[in-house]
């Protein structure tokens, strides 16, 4: 059974297009981590010299000799329930990116949502006058930022998507993105987690113009992906390319219209994806026939 389970854990870093798993796994094994830290070390200065590293402070002084606390929150939770549902909502909801817009999509909205969600806690936390008193005693932990940014960024692309909710029956996903943000407005005034109000509504803003700028051919997400692809570059070596030189104007000319060739396919293809997304604006998901679906998710892939 472990050796089952290896494999399983295994064939999930392997798997192409397989953001959400990944994700949700790295939070599981942060979670199960802090909590085994936690019955060995409860009560301890080492349990709370360890959470001091990961979470995000709203003291500048703090924030400045942690500033990794930026990224590495978002992947901390407080308790069984607070991962629960983070973590449902981002299977349910980057599932839906990852099919249609691929898995870079994913990773690029749940990391500039937890990103925005921070920063904006740290700005209100010291700009605000009303919040002044617990500045430096109040800390965010999370994924809730990144994930309401999966949430309405899915809500955004495909509003009258339906899940099929036990109890409740068939809901279009704009209303339930509308509800975690109202939500989390209403937390603000009367609820008990204040900054994680604040952060939500940061991710939510960043699900928003994901998809907008999107939409207008701009991915915001790029120098993320660009980030994470030179850290990679330092553990996955890259195949050597063997360069070799051609001359002769018969081959110059047949680069050069192949090279045109290819430029008018691509433009050719942006457009059809342009005309299917706006589509996806004005009538839903739902609307679009087998063979828009295919064409997106082909290209989500590149």
Do not use: C
Not at 98 to 119: M, N, P, T, W
Not at 122 to 128: A, D, E, K, Q
């Amino acid at each position: 059974m472990f050796n089952s389970i290896v494999d399983d854990f295994k064939h999930a870093w392997s798997r192409p297009n397989n953001a959400v798993v990944q994700l949700i796994l790295i939070n599981l094994i942060v979670f199960i981590a802090s909590v085994l830290i936690w019955i060995i070390f409860v009560n301890t200065s080492v349990f709370d010299f360890l959470y001091r590293l990961v979470a995000l402070p709203s003291n500048l002084s703090s924030l400045l000799v942690r500033p990794w606390t930026f990224f590495s929150y978002m992947f901390v939770h407080g308790g069984l329930g607070h991962i629960f549902w983070n973590m449902l909502l981002l299977y349910w909801f980057g599932k839906l990116i990852q099919e249609y817009l691929g898995s870079a999509k994913v990773v690029s909205l749940y990391v500039l949502g937890g990103l925005a969600g921070g920063i904006f806690y740290v700005f209100v936390y010291n700009v605000l006058p009303n919040f002044s008193d617990v500045v430096g005693v109040s800390t965010l932990v999370g994924a809730s930022a990144g994930v309401l940014a999966i949430v309405v960024g899915a809500a955004v692309f495909m509003p009258d998507y339906t899940f099929y909710l036990i109890l409740i029956g068939p809901v279009k996903i704009k209303y339930i993105a509308l509800i975690s943000v109202v939500f989390s407005i209403v937390g603000l005034r009367i609820g008990d987690n204040l900054g994680g109000d604040i952060a939500h509504l940061g991710g939510a803003a960043i699900g928003w113009l994901f998809i907008s700028q999107l939409r207008k051919g701009n991915d915001i997400g790029l120098p993320i992906l660009n980030f994470f692809t030179f850290i990679k570059s330092f553990f996955v070596r890259q195949p050597k390319i063997k360069v070799t030189h051609r001359s002769g104007s018969k081959k110059s000319s047949s680069s050069k219209s192949s090279k045109s060739s290819t430029s008018k396919s691509s433009k050719s293809e942006q457009e059809e994806i342009d005309a299917i997304l706006d589509k996806i604006s004005q009538s839903g998901y739902e609307s679009l026939s087998k063979e828009e679906k295919q064409k997106l998710f082909n290209a989500s892939k590149k």
